[in-house]
């Protein structure tokens, strides 16, 4: 596994693509389907661009019969109000933060511990054998994940040093 994100992105994109694509094929071939999908993600980020990449590659193999249209940077509100907005049919999926979902899969606050990582090394090491434990949790509390990705190390702050 790769900490700068690249591959990380490039496994989510590989991922979601394989879904999206079995997803959309078992749809009438002859009706485009556009896919709502919402995010706190901001416009413009490393993480919007990589999704529209893969939005693009879709839309290009299935012969524009699969759209994705992104909602970034919180406009369809917080995490817990996108579940909402999924869960009575206004969008179709979501891009979400471990704190987001942590309250429907409470191993994903895992991530989340301060200086619970000394290395990038050690992220590695862990994500490895940690987010496939994480993606079957998130399956059994009734969501389907594409993937993780990194958002770098939790950070502590202070006015005055410690």
Do not use: C
Not at 4 to 26: H, K
Not at 89 to 97: E, I, K, W
Not at 109 to 116: A, C, E, F, T, V
Not at 118 to 137: C, K, N, Q
Request: hydrophobic share 45%; charged share 20%.
């Amino acid at each position: 596994m790769n900490t700068t994100g690249a591959s990380t992105f490039t496994a989510i994109r590989v991922l979601g693509l394989a879904g999206i694509l079995a997803w959309a094929l078992s749809a009438s071939a002859a009706q485009a389907v556009e896919i709502k999908l919402a995010t706190v993600a901001p416009d413009g980020s490393s993480w919007m661009q990589e999704m529209r990449a893969g939005a693009a590659e879709i839309r290009e193999r299935t012969a524009d019969r699969v759209i994705i249209k992104f909602y970034p940077g919180g406009v369809m509100g917080s995490d817990s109000q996108v579940l909402r907005k999924i869960r009575v049919g206004q969008l179709h999926g979501g891009a979400f933060t471990g704190s987001g979902l942590g309250g429907r899969y409470a191993g994903l606050n895992l991530y989340g511990i301060p200086l619970l990582f000394e290395s990038l090394e050690e992220v590695d090491f862990v994500r490895e054998r940690i987010d496939p434990i994480l993606a079957d949790g998130l399956e059994q509390a009734g969501f389907v994940s594409f993937g993780f990705v990194e958002g770098g190390f939790a950070q502590i702050m202070a006015n005055e040093p410690i």
